[in-house]
């Protein structure tokens, strides 16, 4: 033990520049790793591509090893936060208040971590982690779930998400029917009440997220109507790629992600070319955060986590390995893997048409009892049956 | 000490037998025989619509459920599958295991097995992933199809109801295919282990007494064979029932049982009904394994 610390203390020596940034945190006090349950790309060590790589100078510097337990879903990152175990999760907003709630994550003291300030500021005190005036996290990425389309099709933008929702001949003169994909998560209901919120004004729905009886309806409705339009529904991020380059797919809400993906192959884009927007009804999108464990083992490494996640250096990379958009505005000049418009690109403007993930529950303050995501789950399940 | 126990051993086998088989049944009865009873419990809670807690009170409510129209349609829509698909592999899967058992010799044979093991060494998901380039609307089958203006056909098969779709990779008709070709292999394989066990005198015999070989085939060679293509429909209806990859990348997002289970129990937290939809393939092949033993086919594997 003595000979680690040693060790751990001479790598300090070296690394000038991190106790320079954080002088919050004594070197001596770091535990010598963080265990943290992160989305599938989140968090890269260099394996898949040497460029990216933001693990490896972190435990040079702090002498923390970073142990990364990877979730595929929101819900597997409840569940691994509720074994407990883990120091650190990067939770969406489907997620994050779920946690608050089962008191499974703490607040964090935001003096602790030099970095905060430099955190957008529309993100400071976003409601997916503040709670009662208490910061349960610090952002991380953000991104928007935009309407991807085919720019041969639709020569000019859609203004608006009923190219997907209801059957109609698209500019090329052919009907939308099988021709459009909607995403597979039950979330997407949401997308639906969204759009109503604008179509049908009497509904008055007021937020996507909280939906009773009669809006809920509302939405289900369209979804099932919507079945018959879509020839599949898209889960993996991959395959949806491929069904606009091979299918024949000409409309579709999508992620950063995928049209990154397309408008990179210049054979696509020769052939199917592919852009994305916002249309007029706003879109809804996904926010992370990393929270803290009510019961971290390793404190201090999780605090120098959550700082060095947000120098704007890991926030670029991040933003460029994942198609997000980095909680850190300054990450947007001069990052040689995300490039100066790399967060425009991935959607930075758009963030007041953004409603974001959240957990639909049953109680909710507007007009009593909301339906909750368990019921939106087996509806949305059925849908795609019919 | 150690002579002591080995004394031991010898005067009492029987705890040496003990010791032995300990660890592997303990390993069986617990994790194996454990979690399934774990989750036949489970299916007997039920989840709380309001609050979304699992609420930990027997009840049949659950399985009640099962017959909701959606969630029953889902479950027949899974066994007309793997119904199709073991049927038609079984018609293909013959003929090949014929040849191979009772014609190809030498180096043939050798080719043959190698054909019939050799995409079961490449990984499933690479295989799916192919075949959903396969079958792709600008995909090489109706490339093919429309070279040799055949494009119409195409569409006509397509435009068919129920089983068409807007693409063959978005259709129950590519769903199948592709099962057809992943499971294709169980059901080759002990089709001709059973062939090759048909003794050949009773062949000789039947062709002494005057029969021909239609006939032969039909009361000799089929009935003799026949537990071989039961042992190998057991393969090619379970693992069809239980799939939850190949639906969710090559078809019409009509969920089967497996998708079913994924996703209320991974997205909407509904572990008993979840619970009980995986005791549904249970139950059928409970039923299915007692047939398939009055077949014979248990003698064949």
């Known amino acids: ?386 | 000490m150690l002579n002591t126990l080995s004394n031991l051993f010898y005067r009492r086998p029987a705890i040496l037998t003990l010791l032995l088989l300990g660890p592997p049944l303990a390993w069986i009865g617990i994790v194996y025989i454990g979690s399934l009873l774990a989750l036949l419990l489970q299916s007997f809670y039920h989840l709380d619509d309001f609050s979304g807690t699992v609420i930990h009170e027997f009840t049949l409510a659950t399985y009640a459920q099962l017959l909701d129209p959606a969630n029953l349609t889902t479950i027949l829509r899974t066994v007309a599958m793997a119904a199709t698909v073991t049927v038609f592999s079984a018609i293909i899967a013959y003929p090949i295991a014929y040849f191979a058992a009772r014609y190809a010799r030498g180096r043939t044979k050798a080719l043959f097995y190698l054909a019939v093991m050799m995409p079961l060494w490449s990984s499933y998901l690479v295989k799916v992933y192919a075949w959903k380039l396969i079958l792709a609307k600008e995909g090489i089958i109706s490339w093919v199809a429309n070279t040799l203006h055949l494009g119409w056909l195409l569409d006509l098969l397509l435009s068919t109801p129920v089983i068409g779709g807007s693409s063959l990779s978005f259709s129950y008709m590519g769903t199948f295919l592709v099962f057809l070709y992943i499971w294709l292999p169980y059901m080759i394989l002990p089709i001709q282990a059973a062939l090759e066990r048909v003794p050949k005198e009773y062949v000789e015999a039947a062709a002494d007494l005057g029969a021909s070989q239609q006939r032969t085939f039909r009361d000799i060679i089929l009935p003799l064979s026949f537990p071989g293509v039961v042992a190998g429909s057991i393969f090619t209806f379970s693992l069809t029932l239980g799939d939850y990859i190949v639906p969710q990348i090559v078809g019409n997002s009509r969920p089967m049982i497996g998708q079913t289970v994924y996703t209320l129990q991974g997205t909407a937290g509904d572990i008993p009904l979840a619970a009980a939809f995986t005791v549904v393939p249970m139950v059928i092949m409970a039923f299915y394994l007692l047939g398939a033993r009055k077949l014979g086919a248990f003698d064949a594997l």
């Open chain 1, 1 to 386: 033990m003595k000979a680690f610390q040693t060790a751990t203390l001479a790598l300090l020596a070296g690394a000038a520049f991190w106790s320079a940034a954080s002088t919050a945190l004594r070197a001596a006090d770091m535990e010598g790793e963080v265990d943290i349950v992160a989305w599938p790309g989140y968090i890269e060590r260099g394996e898949s591509d040497k460029n990216y790589d933001w693990v490896t100078q972190f435990e040079k510097d702090t002498g923390c090893k970073v142990n990364v337990k990877t979730a595929a879903t929101s819900d597997e990152m409840v569940t691994l936060m509720n074994q407990g175990g883990f120091d650190l999760v990067t939770a969406s907003g489907d997620a994050s208040l779920r946690l608050v709630a089962g008191k499974k994550v703490q607040p964090i003291d935001v003096s602790k971590i030099p970095n905060w300030s430099t955190v957008d500021k529309r993100l400071q005190d976003a409601p997916w982690h503040t709670v009662d005036g208490k910061h349960y996290g610090t952002p991380y990425q953000w991104g928007p779930n935009v309407l991807a389309y085919n720019s041969k099709v639709f020569p000019e933008a859609p203004k608006s998400w009923s190219v997907v929702f209801e059957e109609q001949n698209l500019p090329d003169g052919k009907s939308n029917k099988g021709r459009v994909q909607a995403y597979y998560g039950p979330i997407y209901i949401a997308d639906a009440a969204l759009y109503l919120m604008k179509k049908k004004p009497e509904l008055g729905i007021k937020n996507p997220y909280e939906l009773n009886k009669d809006q809920y309806a509302a939405a289900l409705d369209l979804v099932t109507k919507q079945r018959a339009l879509v020839g599949r529904y898209w889960g993996d991020a991959n395959v949806q790629v491929d069904d606009f380059k091979n299918e024949g797919v000409v409309a579709s809400s999508s992620w950063p992600f995928q049209v990154n993906l397309l408008e990179a192959d210049k054979d696509v884009m020769a052939k199917t070319p592919i852009a994305s927007t916002i249309p007029e009804e706003g879109a809804t999108g996904w926010a992370d955060t990393t929270m803290m464990h009510a019961e971290a083992k390793h404190p201090n490494c999780a605090y120098a986590w959550l700082n060095h996640s947000l120098e704007p250096k890991v926030q670029g990379d991040v933003a460029a390995w994942f198609g997000s958009v980095p909680a850190v505005p300054a990450a947007c000049k001069g990052n040689e893997l995300l490039t100066d418009s790399g967060c425009d690109t991935n959607g930075m403007g758009n963030f007041d048409k953004i409603w974001f993930w959240r957990t639909p529950i049953g109680k909710c303050e507007a007009d009593g009892a909301c339906v909750p995501y368990s019921q939106w789950a087996k509806d949305y399940l059925a849908v795609q049956g019919k």
